[in-house]
């Protein structure tokens, strides 16, 4: 009789590396902190430490604020206030801000202040920076979430002709990347019908379809 053949046991399958990249991804969105920087400075303080602490255990790659970071910005007490709170995530965390109607003096585009502001953080350097407009009013960066591409685009408070034209400029010109809007305002209070800003910023959106977000203050 032919030799009895020995069955080897099967060759277990490895198991699959992790991919480092799909991990979760955080990203901090904060607004309208005007109220903190006028009056309860400590709580402004407080939010943007407890961020960075969370930095590691939530996978946190970006702040965003979407503007009135100060309530009064003729007072320099709230831009100091503003600043220690917000110098929190320099080194630490990418920041991308835009400016509100109680930043720039409401129609009025006073951008001295807010530029300073966020100059500190020194977005310019980010290895993620696209470009920006007009003293900081208008910013693109180019991020990465897993494998996707994304676009982080924003512009201040009282759009103008002009501005329409960049975001639907630059969204075209990056129109294979995933579009995460970031403005001041974009919603409608109950009752009322929307500000000048939000009309323009509804035809961004309706003509430029990579656009997936709309973060607002």
């Not at 720039?104 to 350097?125: A, C, E, P, V």
């Not at 002009?162 to 010109?173: A, G, I, K, M, P």
């Not at 001041?184 to 500000?195: C, D, I, N, V």
Request: with cysteine; proline share 7%.
């Amino acid at each position: 009789t032919p030799a009895a053949t020995a069955t080897l046991p099967p060759t277990p399958s490895p198991s699959p590396t992790p991919d480092a990249a799909l991990a979760p991804v955080t990203y901090a969105w904060i607004s309208d902190t005007q109220g903190y920087a006028s009056t309860y400075p400590e709580t402004f303080l407080a939010m943007t430490k407890w961020i960075v602490s969370e930095k590691d255990a939530l996978n946190i790659q970006y702040v965003i604020h979407t503007g009135d970071v100060v309530n009064d910005m003729t007072r320099q007490r709230e831009w100091e206030r503003a600043t220690q709170a917000m110098d929190e995530f320099i080194g630490k965390i990418p920041v991308f801000a835009i400016a509100g109607n109680h930043d720039i003096k409401g129609m009025m585009h006073f951008y001295q202040d807010f530029s300073t502001l966020m100059d500190r953080q020194g977005y310019k350097n980010y290895p993620t920076f696209g470009a920006e407009e007009a003293d900081g009013r208008r910013r693109y960066d180019l991020v990465t979430i897993g494998h996707d591409p994304f676009l982080l685009i924003g512009v201040g408070y009282s759009l103008a002709p002009s501005d329409v034209d960049w975001l639907n400029t630059t969204l075209r010109q990056y129109s294979d990347r995933t579009a995460i809007l970031i403005v001041h305002s974009y919603l409608a209070l109950p009752g009322k019908a929307p500000e000048l800003d939000a009309q323009m910023l509804h035809g961004v959106v309706a003509t430029n379809p990579n656009i997936l977000y709309v973060l607002c203050g």
